[in-house]
């Protein structure tokens, strides 16, 4: 780009002096810019030209002038930043933000939140770590999570914490309820105007199928086929009324099979790399069209400890505008997440169900939750699993605690000071407790798991939390070392039980108590949920927080600019 050469030519010559005024010559100004003294008397030309400094030479070779620099290499940057993003070419602007972090957040400040360019509306949202990826059975990260769904369409989604139609207009199963046809709505596209055939589909799922996680996910489905140009058949080999839940599943979202990055959600991608993602609305979408043209998230670093993982902080108060100065951002949005920070006994030999429930018990009574020192106001102790499902409090005759324990964990760093915490509580009672830190989101690929006494982690709640519920103790590896015990056993008898009764309301009743036999029998124990927050300028309209914690970009709008009504006085 011709204009961020010239620019950053002028920053060489500015850093010589650090933009102090100064005598020099045409010859010492060529070498700092590394060009010839013809071309640097054409460059000052232009730069004066321009304003950006004022040059009065002396004839003569060799003879010293008198330099005075106008603009700051930040200001310039500032300026062709704007006037880039203005004329849509946000990727080409990505070119000028070779920057330090302190200074990449100072150039991006005013240019956040809600923004109109050529007549279309624009959210820009400051965020500090770049994003994983889009690929639905890679991501981990809340942030992807929601950023996934709006690119990718399933059978079904979620909506009110039920499964409602998407890519299916209607669904239905035979008496038996084996045998289930979803019905697509005419007219699907892909984000490339292609058309999305049926066929597509079916192969898409016989694909999914092969990956370990999509297997347990659909462990009954036996077949996938495409009786008619509009119609899926899912066959299974026995009863599954969670069936609709599970295509709007995360790892059932449908990429088009030609081209991963393609979907046929409300929104397109159009730019992805670690220093901006940008999306566009998808003009040709099935259901309610975005309010929005685009929206991008701008990422600006923060300073973190890279042994954490690519998540140093839990990201539960979302900024649209400037993070640092929330303050001056209107708190639109506000909930307690579903999901929680959990810990996980496993009890065997040398540690049994008795002293796992006595662990428990030291955990609710000594309050160590409530007094982690942790920013106030980020998390709050867990009293519910789910709403109107109680954490039951211990009350058990305790029992000493092994010699030594083994704790694992992951992510969130909250969980530090946990396991800290945790350490001393222990050590009170007699029990050393070794402390292992995994800097990852989610058990998946983690091998040495099998040696831990105790797990935390963090489970993530979307939409659908019975169903959640009820998937995460089906598919999360988490629960593979309890499946070979009478109690595993047990547990999964359960769970496929659940899974063939039709009524929505008794499978809830019968998750909920198999919860409570998980936490009154020393196994789960909820330790805390976080606030979310939502923060933005003034001007952004539409903003309410979703079940992770983020919003809907489909519903999120800008008020257009209005030049307010020339007041003008009536001649008499």
Known sequence: MRQLNRLNQFQRLWQQSQGAPQQTCVAAMARHCICSERHLRTLLSQWQHAGWLSWHGKPGRGKQGQLQFLRTPEQLRQQL???????????????LLDLPPERLINMLRPLMGGQWQNDTPVLR??????????????????AEQHLVRQIYSGLTRFEQDEPVGDLAHHWQHDEASCSWLFWLRPQLMWHNDEPVQATQLVTQFR?????????????????V???????LRFVLRRPDFWLPH???????LLPNPDD????SGPWKRAHFSPEMVRIESHARWHLQRPLLQAVEYWITPQLFDPALGSSCRHPVQIAIGDATELRTLQPVSSSISLGFCYLVCRPRAGFTAEQARTLFQLIQQSGIVSRLPLDEGLITPSNELLPGWDVPLMDTVPV????????????????????????????????????????????????PLDEADI????????????????????????????WPTPQGEEMQAQLLAIQQIADSHIRTRGLHQLYHQLMTGGILLPLFNYRYQIYAPPGVEGIELNTLGWFDFSRAWIPPPIDPPCSCSAAN
């Open 455 to 482: 797990v935390m982690g963090d489970r993530l709640i979307g939409d659908a939390p019975v169903f959640t519920l009820a998937n995460w103790l089906q598919i999360d590896p988490l629960w593979r070392r309890l």
């Open 207 to 223: 694909q999914l199928l092969r990956d370990t996680r999509v297997g347990l996910l659909l462990a009954d489905v036996i077949s």
């Open 125 to 142: 949202i400051p965020y500090y770590r770049p994003m994983e990826s889009t690929e639905p059975r890679q991501i981990t990260g809340r």
């Open 400 to 447: 000493p605690l092994p010699a030594t324990l083994t704790l694992h964990y992951q992510l969130p760093v909250e969980l530090h000071q946990m396991s800290q915490a945790l350490v001393a509580l222990l050590k009170q009672h007699g029990c050393i407790l070794n402390v292992v830190f995994h800097p990852v989101k989610s058990w998946h690929r983690i091998d």
């Open 225 to 231: 086929d495409a009786p008619h140009p509009l119609a």
């Open 81 to 95: 930043l704007q006037r880039q993003l203005d004329a849509g070419e946000a990727a080409d602007a990505l070119q």
């Open 260 to 263: 991963p990055a393609t979907g």
């Open 246 to 252: 599970r295509l709007a599943h995360l790892l059932c």
